[in-house]
């Protein structure tokens, strides 16, 4: 039961355009979210983060959007460089507990 | 020091092998991870340890065994594994505060022959 997905396995954008990743949850008890990035054999990279209170963040060229009532979040990166190539994997917790459930992640892909 | 340092990098063992992945952080942080993770699958966890307490065991086999020896170090020993616990295992560690961003290491490449 795959309560985090990411729908598109793999994504192209061209560089210096906006690239966005989806993200969709079944767990109505899930109340943080959060984004990584994950270069191959290496651990994932904590991104940005979007507790329910809110329904957006942002942090230089990323922004997290939440809509809880279509249990979705995107991420907005923009403008798209090549060193953002990698893959993302969303990922959503209950707070205070310590368990983070990930999403099947998204390659994403920058042409130059 | 924002780092999760994870040795060894690469272990390659056999199935009769008793071998121990170490993990250890200086950020202060209470909460320490095991995941493990297979070519192009999400990280899928398999221990948490809160203030060097066991907290979850996600039903992994008793060949895998968690050791949080004090806050800042944790090793996951592995004895009698089959093939098809090759991986890339991670360790991870949070703050236990506020929201959950849990940091990660680099991994461990694991492949039992």
């Known amino acids: 039961d795959q309560q985090v997905k990411q729908n598109s396995p793999s994504l192209s954008v061209q560089e210096g355009r906006i690239s966005i990743l989806n993200c969709d949850y079944t767990n109505s008890m899930f109340d943080y979210f959060l984004w990584y990035k994950k270069y191959p054999a290496e651990g994932p990279t904590f991104l940005i983060s979007?507790?329910?209170?809110?329904d957006k963040n942002e942090d230089g060229r990323f922004t997290v959007f939440l809509n809880k009532s279509a249990k979705h979040l995107s991420l907005h990166i923009v403008p798209s460089q090549p060193g953002d190539s990698a893959v993302y994997f969303c990922?959503?917790?209950?707070?205070?507990?310590?368990?983070?459930?990930f999403g099947t992640g998204t390659r994403l892909t920058i042409i130059p | 020091d924002t780092e999760v340092t994870q040795t060894p990098k690469h272990l390659v063992m056999g199935m009769t092998n008793k071998k121990s992945l170490k993990c250890e952080q200086h950020m202060g942080h209470r909460a320490m991870y095991w995941y493990k993770q297979k070519a192009k699958k999400p990280p899928e966890l398999m221990f948490v340890y809160s203030y060097e307490k066991l907290s979850i065991n996600e039903s992994v086999p008793s060949r895998f065994s968690p050791e949080c020896p004090n806050s800042s170090l944790l090793n996951l020993h592995l004895h009698a594994l089959q093939p098809e616990d090759s991986a890339l295992y991670l360790c991870a560690s949070s703050p236990l505060s506020g929201g959950t961003e849990a940091f990660f290491g680099q991994g461990t490449r694991l492949t039992v022959v």
């Open positions: 979007i507790s329910s209170i809110k």
């Open positions: 990922a959503a917790s209950v707070l205070g507990n310590e368990k983070l459930t």
